[in-house]
């Protein structure tokens, strides 16, 4: 969240034989490929052992370090399986069988591309959880940010915000157990037919924004 494209130096829009060019800085250093993809594996260990790394190694040097490093790193990782993809392939992959997958690590542009894809796969990034980790702080948000549109509509969907909850327990505060109770609960109100404007479809229950809240809150009772 911290470095590759968006963040890289130099950058800017100049003058150029008689028009502009504009230059953007894609850069990794072993240090940063290392912290994330070490947390990768570490979090792959608590699910299925298997972590997916995504480059582009193909044609970016940026991509061959990451590729490297990876492999460096999955050496203190023996119970992990690694696989590596390239970006596009990945982008492919998740429509054709996203099931294939269990974790995935990238880097910052592909990682923003990739997550809101996989975010539909839900059928609405109303449903997409967050969490931008570090060693020591943690960010828990729902992935689709504000909707100003519909404030005060009693419209919005409110299980990313009551899952990105669930992903707190689970990589902050280490509740497993307190993680699968708000999953579950989720999955149970889902299973009963109640939809929120987002993920409506025939034959469902649509609600709005407090009422699928509270139906969530009765599921956990």
Request: aromatic share 6%.
């Amino acid at each position: 969240m911290t470095g590759d494209i968006y963040y890289g130096e130099p950058r800017g829009i100049e003058a150029f034989e008689g028009g502009q060019r504009s230059i953007n800085t894609m850069v990794y250093t072993t240090r940063e490929i290392e912290r994330i993809v070490r947390l990768g594996f570490e979090i792959s260990r608590q699910r299925n052992r298997r972590l997916t790394s995504v480059d582009k190694a193909n044609v970016l040097e940026t991509s061959r370090l990451w590729r490297q490093t990876a492999d460096q790193v999955a050496k203190d990782y023996p119970d992990v399986t690694l696989e590596h993809l390239y970006v596009d392939n990945a982008a492919m992959q998740l429509v054709r069988a996203p099931k294939q997958f269990d974790v995935i690590v990238t880097g910052n542009l592909f990682g923003d591309i990739l997550s809101d894809e996989a975010a539909m796969l839900t059928g609405s990034i109303g449903m997409a959880a967050s969490a931008s980790l570090s060693q020591r702080t943690g960010l828990f948000e729902p992935v689709h940010g504000s909707a100003p549109d519909i404030a005060g509509k009693d419209w919005a969907n409110p299980l990313a915000t009551i899952l990105s909850v669930a992903m707190l327990f689970r990589y902050a505060l280490k509740l497993e157990e307190v993680a699968q109770h708000i999953e579950a609960a989720v999955e149970d109100v889902l299973a009963q037919g109640y939809r929120t404007r987002d993920i409506q479809a025939p034959g469902t229950k649509v609600v709005g924004t407090s009422d699928m809240g509270q139906l969530v809150l009765l599921a956990l009772k």
